[in-house]
């Protein structure tokens, strides 16, 4: 018996020391990469072919590194808007996403030595005249992505009227459709979102000299070291001039900045699989099949929406009661500070409550947690509820008529055992209907946690959106398939209603 | 802690008092309600309480059950002595103090009968023993709506008493007999008329075996031809020697069932003692006004 006990506890030991080391080489052998893959062309972004493929310039780039390094390169989805902070978080280890060497980035942040040079790109619509340089562009309507440097460049010369994006496919439709005047953002994205399009031209000379480096830590020194000797690698070894051919960037800056001269004579391959997505004409056949194949994205990502909205419910629920039994029950200092968090969730967005958990909460000295993203989201929306969940009960608890009470109370119960069997009971069946209605709301907004890098359904048209530049199929397949996972919710609360409201249920014949 | 709680018993043999108030005086906030009430019961009486809308008689019921808790006098009832010694002067500065509170207290429907005033442990624990010892029946049916007229009644004795499932089942189903009721145990209580509802609350009070039966108006609410029914129970509980105390306008139950009539007007006791003496000879010419009021 002491034998087998001994052995258990060895097995145990073993397994765990086991486990524990293969965790630290997983570890240790994965270099996670943040980037936005959502209108990402040319840098990271979905196969048209296939949208749970990534590829890019960039996705090519942090391979070959990865295989100098002898890591494997995993992709993590955040917005590029955010992609500094999701890295701050430790979300992943670098971000490689056209960002941009600035010398205030570079306080925060370390740079690698530059793998891509470029330059801003002015586009206009096919039929407009007379827009070159950059004073062309004074008093006029500009588009270009938020926080890139194209805004910058933008703001800094005055009298423009700046428009920020965050994704830049919206930006060259409106564009298109006369809402702008011009935009102006990095020659790779100008090359891959208006160069083949009939509508548009790419004009001008070339505008600002840009650096894109990979992003890494402050602390991260050694890693940046890896990084950089690998990046000459590829440099020397003409891996990055291979790269880049594919993807029709090699441009004049990276001739002088690899001092490589020679004549380009690359069939530029990548580019002219885009091309022939782009543009297209889709037959209806086509246009069905490619919509079957979302089909198993769609349920994935429905699969992420109702776990998130179930949990944060269940959070909800439990802890709205405690914030109620406080508000209601409690002395006073614990009641009002009940009523101010429901005050407060209430007065203030959804959206901003997720962004302070998210990223806000873990940079707070000592208490400060880093907390996954799926965490973070049921935490944001749970915490939130709970707040419209409290006053639910609230109503429930006054809906029960006060001679009930004073009935139990008058019976010998004490106001605890009163309240346990007799009131709550039955503000337990006032609450349900309405709480139900709760849940289907707050499966609607769950589409709002897609800000904290979680692929739900909302994100994922979003992404298939902006990767076939159609919005409308999609568009009614999501809609759908909101409505289906809300269905049987609605149904559930019907029933609910029926079972619980005695006083309408039928007088029994006898 | 010392409870003066007469376990014993004793008042029970003999012909002890089992209600004993003495000089029980109530406000609410600046209104004088109770006057100083004294009042003695017999065991086994029926004692109706009359008197014009307003007079006191229901704040009198509920400060016997503790459900509104009186500024002074002393309360005797079933063994336990309650009492408090509130001036009025104090009674006045506590009002000033409270109002918001008060205020508040009134819109909430959990307020403590005893929120208003600080009391100490021993006057809860008391009044708490109290109310298990005096089964209160109210004037509009509050029957727990969510449960069927057998969990109403059973409800009380298990988890204040602690009885087992089928012991106060047993009990429950004896006394809905009693009432008349046996057959409806599985309804809900919207399921019922108004009279059977007021039969099942007598039954569920009378299921924490009380010693005392208090009812506010436990009629008016019903239609004519429901009174008799709960009036009935009232008289077969009567002859079993258990000692009620009625607030009713039902004269002519007040005249031929109870042992005793009790007249009050604003806030005291006018006249009492038995119903031929009340009715047919009153002393006071308030009692007289108001009897050959309610006659036209
Ligand atoms: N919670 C309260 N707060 C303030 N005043 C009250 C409260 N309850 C009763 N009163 C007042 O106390 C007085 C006595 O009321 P009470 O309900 O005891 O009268 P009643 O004799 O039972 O009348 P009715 O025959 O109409 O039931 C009334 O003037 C009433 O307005
Ligand atoms: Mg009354």
Redesign the pocket.
Known sequence: MKNKMKYGFLTILILSVSFISLLAQNHKYILRYGADAESGAPYVFQDPKDPKHLIGFEVDLINAIAEDLGMKAVHVQNEWDGLIMGMERNDYDIAINGLEITPDREEKVNFSIPYYLTYEQIAIRRDQEGINTLSDLIGKKVGTLNNSLAERILRAKGGIDVRGYTDEDKSYNDLEYGRLDAVLIDQPVALYYAGWNPQLKLTGQPIGEISYGIVLRKSDTLLLNKINRSIEKLKKSGKLRTILEKWNLWNFMMESYLDDHTESNDPHTAYQEYLATQGQTTTFMTLMKRYISFLPMFGEAALVTLSISIVAMLVAVFVGLIVVLLRVYAPNPLSKLATLYIETIRGTPLLVQLYFIYYALPVIPYIGVRISPFVAAVLGLGLNYAAYEAENYRAGLFSVPRGQMEAAISLGMTRNQALRHIILPQAFRFVIPPMTNDFISLLKDSSLVSVITMVELTRVYNQIGATYFDYLGPGILVAVIYLLIGLPFIRLARVAERKYTYDKRKIIKR | MKLEIDDSQSYLQGDNNIISIKDLQKY??K?H?LKSINLQVNKGDLVSII?R???????LLRCMNCLEVFDSGTIRIAGITLSRARTEAEVSRDIRNRTGKIRKNLKSPFRKPDEDTELDEDFHIKSQILRTRVGMLFQNLNLFPHLNVLENVVKAPIIVKGESHEQSVHRAVQLLDKVGLKDFIKRYPYQLSGGQAQRVAIARALAMSPHVMMYD?PTSALDPELVEEVLQVMRTLHEEGMTQIV?THAMYFAKTASDTVIYMEDGKIVESGPPEKIFSNPRDYRTKQYLSSIKE
């Not at chain 2, 809308?53 to 704040?59: H, M, N, V």
Request: with cysteine; proline share 0%.
């Open positions: 609410f906030q209104t309600v008197g809308s307003g007079c006191g008689k229901t704040t108006e607030v």
